[in-house]
T-cell receptor
Framework: AQSVTQLGSHVSVSEGALVLLRCNYS??????LFWYVQYPNQGLQLLLK??????LVKGINGFEAEFKKSETSFHLTKPSAHMSDAAEYFC????????????FGKGTMLLVSP | DSGVTQTPKHLITATGQRVTLRCSPR?????VYWYQQSLDQGLQFLIQ???????AKGNILERFSAQQFPDLHSELNLSSLELGDSALYFC???????????FGEGSRLTVL
């Protein structure tokens, strides 16, 4: 079974500041890890994913995340926040098998102030 | 636009009623997933279908059922509705499991 813990239901940053959204996972098998973003009144959109290979994964809109097995973490970062980054972010995990569903964290709302 | 279409976008109904939510997956995607999103529970996986067959079941109530048709569209049926069923219901699709899911914009159900 897999589970995800996102630390902080809300994170506030100033425009131009570093964005750091934390995600820790639990998985009994090697995981696939994902970050999704949800803008108001929209569905979820994939930001980035880790399956195998390079542990530093780059995604859309300047976001990246690093898979750290020893820390069971997959934190999401962006060097400089933009007002348009304000949204809810979800970390998700699945088992790296052919047929495995995604388990989502409870989400972190990112607030960006001018 | 993810390519996943959900109808209706909004639905208001009364307790005890039954509703059907519809999902058309992206062209070529064989897997369809249903998720429920509420403020207190977050995103909860309900059920998955792959090419017409049930593949995985999550926290789906017995009052809820789903199916995937030969043309790969899916329907989620919610019956004997309760106030607590008010939520946003998402459909997602993928070509294979354990990969990227493409989400629709959701159906917002309000039970009064």
């Amino acid at each position: 079974a897999q589970s995800v813990t996102q630390l902080g239901s809300h994170v506030s940053v100033s425009e131009g500041a570093l964005v750091l959204l934390r995600c820790n996972y639990s998985s009994s098998v090697p995981p696939y890890l994902f970050w999704y973003v949800q803008y108001p009144n929209q569905g979820l959109q994939l930001l980035l994913k880790y399956t195998t290979g390079a542990t530093l994964v780059k995604g859309i809109n300047g976001f990246e995340a690093e898979f750290k097995k020893s820390e069971t973490s997959f934190h999401l970062t962006k060097p400089s926040a933009h007002m348009s980054d304000a949204a809810e972010y979800f970390c998700a995990v699945s088992a790296n098998s052919g047929y495995s569903t995604l388990t989502f964290g409870k989400g972190t709302m990112l607030l960006v102030s001018p | 636009d993810s390519g996943v279409t959900q109808t209706p976008k909004h639905l208001i109904t009364a307790t005890g009623q039954r509703v059907t939510l519809r999902c058309s997956p992206r062209s070529g995607d064989l897997s369809v997933y249903w998720y429920q999103q509420s403020l207190d529970q977050g995103l909860q996986f309900l059920i998955q279908y792959y090419n017409g067959e049930e593949r995985a079941k999550g926290n789906i109530l017995e009052r809820f059922s789903a199916q995937q048709f030969p043309d790969l569209h899916s329907e989620l049926n919610l019956s004997s509705l309760e106030l607590g069923d008010s939520a946003l219901y998402f459909c997602a699709s993928s070509l294979l499991s354990a990969g990227e899911l493409f989400f629709g914009e959701g159906s917002r159900l309000t039970v009064l």
